[in-house]
Nanobody, 115 residues
Framework: QGQLVESGGGLVQPGGSLRLSCTVS????????MAWYRQAPGKQRELVAV???????NYAESVKDRFTISRDTAKNTVYLQMNRLKPEDTAVYYC?????????WGQGTQVTVSS
């Protein structure tokens, strides 16, 4: 049974930075992509960024040029570097791992952007 463990959330002032980490273990099938999603109170979960096995990346328009997704294959870890954070970035951030035919979710980590 695959497992994802997230870390790095917290409280930060507008304009600040945070880095989220997601470490993957016990995957049965090859990983085809990993992604970060977020869900703000009263809103649907939305895709923030995705990185494919060939290191191709894609971002939501709202985070382009501010967030960077990357991975360290040796550490089985994917990162989300978040810069110039805005109050509207406040949400629970979830790591997602695609290993067809299965997909796994992390437990979520809270990011709060507030002065």
């Amino acid at each position: 049974q695959g497992q994802l463990v997230e870390s790095g959330g917290g409280l930060v002032q507008p304009g600040g930075s945070l880095r989220l980490s997601c470490t993957v273990s016990r995957m049965t099938f090859p990983i085809t992509a990993m992604a970060w999603y977020r869900q703000a109170p009263g809103k649907q979960r939305e895709l923030v960024a995705v990185i494919a096995r060939d290191d191709t990346t894609n971002y939501a328009e709202s985070v382009k040029d501010r967030f960077t997704i990357s991975r360290d294959t040796a550490k089985n870890t994917v990162y989300l570097q978040m810069n110039r954070l805005k109050p509207e970035d406040t949400a629970v951030y979830y790591c997602n791992c695609l290993t067809p035919p299965k997909a796994y979710w992390g437990q979520g980590t809270q990011v709060t952007v507030s002065s």
